[in-house]
């Protein structure tokens, strides 16, 4: 796509845009309801967002004029009718009673994953399909050289990707202000206020959302439930590391400080595992964490040393090591137990690598049954993350999808009057 590149400034100003006027904010009802519950004909829109007929009809030309909707041949299952978008100048504003649905042919989000050991960069569609994606293993943990790989590898999958990218969204773990875009601490990879926003967004000349990544998975379990309306989502994340977000009303609460779901010291009934940094023996990341349940197994006699947590899951079928899975999937089940009771999710949605023990869910569920006072009701709110194999990708894409569809005009040039575009 043809067209002016914004300047790092326009970038920036983009992406802190929240709608100020009526037109915006019923452009991103309407995208959002197409999403949710797409394809749909006019009239179903009108249904469904309560905004008038000749309203629908003068936005939803407009959205299809600048390439964020396009018709959907219900005959073919909701694909598009031609498997390339046309180009914006051709684009037919559409039959009145022709189902609309998000083009998907057209837009996508970059993404970045930044772990301890290697960098996951991804090219992933409007709904959260990854179209392809890339692992790259640190060769050091200097940020100059994980951000500036991370960056080149985004570059080469936009320039080949044959899509307008509307925008990037990178993750990492670690304490982060998503405010101004910064990693405050990650004490693994050792990075303190890291400018990782910024960084990516000026070499990229893209709009940036930079968070954590279990806040990417609240987001994308909101963002890519079709046809379901959920208000209050959970997501717990057991795996190296563990961490909590949560959603309300559909909005990710990150807490005055930005430190919201922190779980690392949540206390543990009747637990004595390693001992935590505060000197407690019985906090949910120093014993519910892979490295904890090691070191617990380690004691018991079933991890032999330097056994991995992949390494541990190959043996799970021996019972003494099904054993110590099950205990975990317990531990989680009352740290679920407990944040229920406080919070009330309408959603609890289970992530990382914890989840891949056999029976994890059942043990998880049966033990929320026990403990939290909403019981069977407050179990089965409980299930694991939607697309496991596509978890980084997926999740972190969800961070900038979701300012995408709160605020469109900041995303497509066509939409706010302005004749320029973002190169794909």
């Known amino acids: 796509m043809s067209g002016i590149i914004p300047s790092p400034e326009d970038i920036l100003n983009a992406r802190s845009a929240q709608p100020s006027d009526m037109r915006s904010q019923n452009l991103a009802t309407i995208l959002r309801v197409v999403r949710t519950h797409g394809p749909l004909a006019r009239v179903g829109i009108v249904r469904r967002t309560g905004i008038s007929s000749g309203t629908v009809t003068k936005l939803t030309a407009q959205l299809v004029e600048a390439g964020a909707l396009a018709e959907s041949s219900v005959a073919t299952g909701g694909r598009r009718l031609a498997a390339t978008s046309p180009a914006p ?21 970059l993404t970045a994953h930044i772990g301890l050991t290697r960098s996951t960069a991804g090219l992933v569609d409007m709904r959260g399909n990854v179209i392809c994606e890339v692992a790259v293993t640190h060769t050091d943990t200097d940020p100059d050289q994980v951000l500036g790989t991370a960056v080149a590898t985004m570059r080469e999958l936009r320039e080949s990707g044959g899509r307008t990218v509307v ?54 379990h909101l963002t890519y439930r079709p046809g379901e309306d959920i208000q209050h989502v959970l997501n717990l994340f057991v795996g190296n590391v563990v961490g ?55 004691v018991e006699g079933v991890v032999s040393h330097g056994e991995t947590f992949d390494q541990l899951l190959d043996r799970s079928d021996e ?30 949605v289970l992530s990382g690598n914890a989840t891949h023990a056999p029976g994890y869910l059942d043990v998880v569920r049966a033990t929320t049954t026990r403990l939290a006072l909403g019981g069977s009701d407050a179990a089965q709110r409980v299930s694991l993350f939607p697309f496991p194999k596509d978890l980084l990708s997926a999740s972190t894409a969800a961070l900038l999808l979701d300012r995408y569809f709160r605020n469109p005009v900041a995303y497509e040039p066509r939409l706010a009057g302005v004749d320029r575009g973002v190169q794909p």
């Open 89 to 109: 100048s051709t684009r037919r504003a559409g039959r009145p009673q022709a189902p609309l649905d998000l083009d998907m042919y057209a837009r996508a989000v």
């Open 167 to 220: 925008g990037a969204g990178v993750s990492t773990s670690g304490t982060i202000d998503h405010r101004n875009g910064t990693l405050i601490d990650h004490p693994v990879l050792q990075w303190r206020s890291v400018a990782v926003r910024d960084y990516v967004a000026r070499r990229l000349d893209l709009p940036v959302e930079f968070d954590d990544i279990v806040r990417g998975v609240a987001l994308a």
């Open 244 to 298: 909590s977000a949560l959603a309300v009303r559909q909005e990710l609460h990150r807490g005055e400080a930005g430190r919201a779901g922190q779980i690392t010291h949540l206390p543990l009934h009747g637990v004595a595992g390693p001992l935590c940094e505060c000197g407690r023996a019985n906090c949910f990341q120093a014993v519910a964490s892979n490295v904890g349940l090691l070191a617990i197994g380690q």
């Open 319 to 348: 019972p003494a090591v099904r054993r110590l899975l099950d205990r975990r999937a317990e531990w989680v089940g009352q740290a679920i137990a407990m944040l229920s009771d406080l919070l009330d999710p309408s959603a609890v």
